[in-house]
């Protein structure tokens, strides 16, 4: 499988110093950040934009999340948004001129209770009035398409069916990122690594600039999109926000031969599982409870995550563990991202994609860009403002989100 | 794994505990009076901070009671414990 891997050039953007003053700065270069720069230069025609990182360029839940992109989310608003995205994934390999490793080989969710089950089922009938590729599957036609799944029904949460929605999949996270960052260098947009932001300067109610370890910087616009720290820079503008930040963890085996063909979540037993190009088996957990901006989670978390993929995958009981990580996600009330204005003029928002933000990265970049763009929010991410918070328009994706992907 | 103190049982595993969130969050005086944005305010928008944060804990699988704790969200470490 090693061979399925691209060799890289060795620089793909510039590293250039932060010059004084941009039309727009974002905050965050994140898949988010980087995404939102490419677009507002390639949809928008801005280029005089910098994206700022603390670390280096997508090293924060970029380069820590399990890859899965899908769309099947229960609401119309959360459809919409996430399979436009697939749509993008589905051309983006191209749009890019960059190998992103985007293969479509379909998720399965699991269901292990007749609450499951009726739940799955209405999210089927509701994907397909979304004209979303999904299926419910009986307990034999998943174990068709994943021969290593236990379906027997003696197990401690048998497996009752599944959602199956083909066109799902994963892509290379890494590459997606180098993809975005390398077109959006190309515009001649700056990538500045190794610069934090330590202040937003607001006058008047208005952004007009950022402060950062590598000296102040002023901009016509800042955009937000530093996933689970946005809450600290939103206080930098006096902003609390309806977010908070938990640990999520992952982790991968050694390489293997390719022994799992396609993805498969477990909302109930808080796993999910895919074999990446490589072939080390990659695993997600549900998040850590409590607060936590370390980067890292409590050990008996990916214990339980193991003892649930031991019992969907007794293959796996001989497998070594490899590595294991955490990244810092930024969850909302109601599982589902806040894109959009702020009460401090010029400053936006993109935050809130807590556990699944990946599947996201190029149609939120796309809004947030239109969003910085043109002052208002995208038709598709307007159901995602902060206001949502005051009228009680939540949407609700606890069921289709879970605790994670 | 990590140690949590209850202050009734001591320490103990941090599997046996469940995490309540930001502590001192009052039920508003006068919910009627609030603004729809206060309201949501209330419902929805919790302290975030990176660092130290005063959060309650339940002992869920010991004494079943709550206590605050005061922890540093980045390095995880407990602070202080008080009923
Ligand atoms: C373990 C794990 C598994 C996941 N699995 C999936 C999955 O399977 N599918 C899916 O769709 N999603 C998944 N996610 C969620 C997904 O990774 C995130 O929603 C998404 O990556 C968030 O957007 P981002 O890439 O821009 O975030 P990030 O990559 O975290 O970018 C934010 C950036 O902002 C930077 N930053 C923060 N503060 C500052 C500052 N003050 N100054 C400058 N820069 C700053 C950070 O260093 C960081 O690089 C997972 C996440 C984790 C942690
Ligand atoms: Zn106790």
Same mark, same amino acid.
């Not at chain 1, 809450?231 to 031969?257: C, D, F, K, N």
């Given at each position: 499988?090693?061979?399925?891997?691209?060799?890289?050039?060795?620089?793909?953007?510039?590293?250039?110093?932060?010059?004084?003053?941009?039309?727009?700065?974002?905050?965050?270069?994140?898949?988010?950040?980087?995404?939102?720069?490419?677009?507002?230069?390639?949809?928008? $025609?801005?280029?005089? !934009?910098?994206?700022?990182?603390?670390?280096?360029?997508?090293?924060?839940?970029?380069?820590?999340?399990?890859?899965?992109?899908?769309? #099947?989310?229960?609401?119309?608003?959360?459809?919409?948004?996430?399979?436009?995205?697939?749509?993008?994934?589905?051309? %983006?390999?191209?749009?890019?001129?960059?190998?992103?490793?985007?293969?479509?080989?379909?998720?399965?969710?699991?269901?292990?209770?007749?609450?499951?089950?009726?739940?799955?089922?209405?999210?089927?009938?509701?994907?397909?009035? #979304?004209?979303?590729?999904?299926?419910?599957?009986?307990?034999?036609?998943?174990?068709?398409?994943?021969?290593?799944?236990?379906?027997?029904?003696?197990?401690?949460?048998?497996?009752?069916?599944?959602?199956?929605?083909?066109?799902?999949?994963?892509?290379?996270?890494?590459?997606?990122?180098?993809?975005?960052?390398?077109?959006?260098?190309?515009?001649?947009?700056?990538?500045?690594?190794?610069?934090?932001?330590?202040?937003?300067?607001?006058?008047?109610?208005?952004?007009?600039?950022?402060?950062?370890? @590598?000296?102040?910087?002023?901009?016509?616009?800042?955009? %937000?999109?530093?996933? $689970?720290?946005?809450?600290?820079?939103?206080?930098?503008?006096?902003?609390?926000?309806?977010?908070?930040?938990?640990?999520?963890?992952?982790?991968?085996?050694?390489?293997?031969?390719?022994?799992?063909?396609?993805?498969?979540?477990?909302?109930? !037993?808080?796993?999910?599982?895919?074999?990446?190009?490589?072939?080390?088996?990659?695993? $997600?957990? $549900?998040?850590?409870?409590?607060?936590?901006?370390?980067?890292?989670?409590?050990?008996?978390?990916?214990?339980?995550?193991?003892?649930?993929?031991?019992? %969907?995958?007794?293959?796996?009981?001989?497998? @070594?563990?490899?590595?294991?990580?955490?990244?810092?996600?930024?969850?909302?009330?109601?599982?589902?991202?806040?894109v959009g204005l702020?009460?401090?003029?010029?400053?936006?928002?993109?935050?809130?994609?807590? *556990?699944?933000?990946?599947?996201?990265?190029?149609?939120?970049?796309?809004c947030?860009?239109h969003t910085?763009? *043109?002052?208002r929010p995208h038709e598709?991410s307007a159901p995602f403002t902060?206001?949502?918070? *005051? *009228?009680?328009?939540?949407?609700?994706?606890?069921?289709?989100?879970?605790?994670?992907? | 794994?990590?140690?949590?103190?209850?202050?009734?049982?001591?320490?103990?595993?941090?599997?046996?505990? +469940?995490?309540?969130?930001?502590?001192?969050?009052?039920?508003?005086?006068?919910?009627?009076?609030?603004?729809?944005?206060?309201?949501?305010?209330?419902?929805?928008?919790?302290?975030?901070?990176?660092?130290?944060?005063?959060? +309650?804990?339940?002992?869920?699988?010991?004494? +079943?009671?709550?206590?605050?704790?005061? +922890?540093?969200?980045?390095?995880?470490?407990?602070?202080?414990?008080?009923?």
């Open positions: 499988m090693t061979d399925a891997v691209p060799r890289m050039p060795g620089f793909l953007w510039r590293n250039p110093d932060p010059r004084r003053s941009y039309d727009v700065v974002i905050v965050g270069g994140g898949g988010h950040g980087l995404a939102t720069a490419y677009y507002l230069a390639k949809n928008h $025609g801005i280029t005089n !934009v910098a994206v700022l990182e603390k670390g280096w360029l997508a090293g924060g839940n970029m380069a820590r999340n399990t890859t899965i992109i899908r769309s #099947n989310y229960l609401w119309d608003e959360s459809s919409r948004i996430y399979e436009h995205s697939l749509k993008l994934w589905e051309g %983006l390999e191209d749009d890019l001129g960059f190998p992103i490793l985007f293969s479509q080989r379909g998720v399965l969710n699991l269901a292990h209770s007749l609450a499951d089950v009726r739940e799955s089922k209405r999210r089927v009938y509701a994907n397909r009035l #979304n004209g979303i590729d999904a299926q419910w599957l009986e307990p034999a036609e998943a174990a068709e398409v994943c021969p290593i799944l236990n379906v027997s029904p003696g197990t401690r949460y048998p497996v009752l069916g599944a959602t199956y929605q083909p066109r799902a999949g994963i892509a290379k996270h890494d590459y997606v990122a180098w993809g975005f960052a390398r077109r959006a260098d190309s515009y001649g947009i700056d990538l500045i690594q190794d610069c934090e932001v330590t202040g937003l300067d607001v006058r008047h109610g208005r952004v007009t600039g950022v402060r950062t370890t @590598r000296g102040p910087i002023t901009a016509g616009k800042v955009a %937000l999109a530093a996933a $689970g720290h946005t809450s600290v820079l939103a206080g930098m503008a006096g902003l609390t926000l309806p977010v908070q930040s938990h640990p999520l963890q992952a982790l991968v085996s050694e390489l293997l031969e390719p022994v799992h063909p396609t993805v498969v979540m477990s909302n109930a !037993v808080h796993v999910y599982v895919s074999q990446a190009h490589k072939g080390e088996l990659v695993m $997600g957990a $549900g998040i850590d409870g409590y607060n936590g901006y370390g980067q890292r989670g409590s050990f008996h978390v990916i214990e339980r995550q193991m003892a649930a993929a031991l019992e %969907l995958f007794p293959v796996f009981a001989r497998a @070594r563990l490899l590595r294991t990580w955490a990244g810092i996600v930024d969850t909302t009330p109601d599982a589902s991202p806040i702020t009460p401090v003029e010029d400053l936006y928002l993109n935050c809130g994609w807590g *556990t699944g933000g990946f599947k996201a990265t190029p149609r939120a970049g796309w947030f860009a910085i763009a *043109t002052g598709i902060l206001d949502r918070f *005051t *009228t009680g328009a939540l949407v609700d994706e606890h069921g289709a989100a879970g605790v994670a992907h | 794994m990590q140690l949590l103190t209850c202050p009734w049982c001591g320490d103990r595993e941090e599997a046996e505990f +469940r995490y309540g969130g930001q502590a001192g969050v009052p039920y508003p005086a006068d919910p009627r009076a609030l603004s729809d944005a206060e309201w949501g305010r209330y419902l929805f928008v919790r302290d975030n901070p990176a660092g130290p944060f005063a959060e +309650r804990w339940v002992h869920s699988a010991g004494c +079943r009671r709550w206590f605050t704790a005061v +922890r540093d969200t980045v390095t995880h470490e407990f602070l202080r414990e008080a009923p």
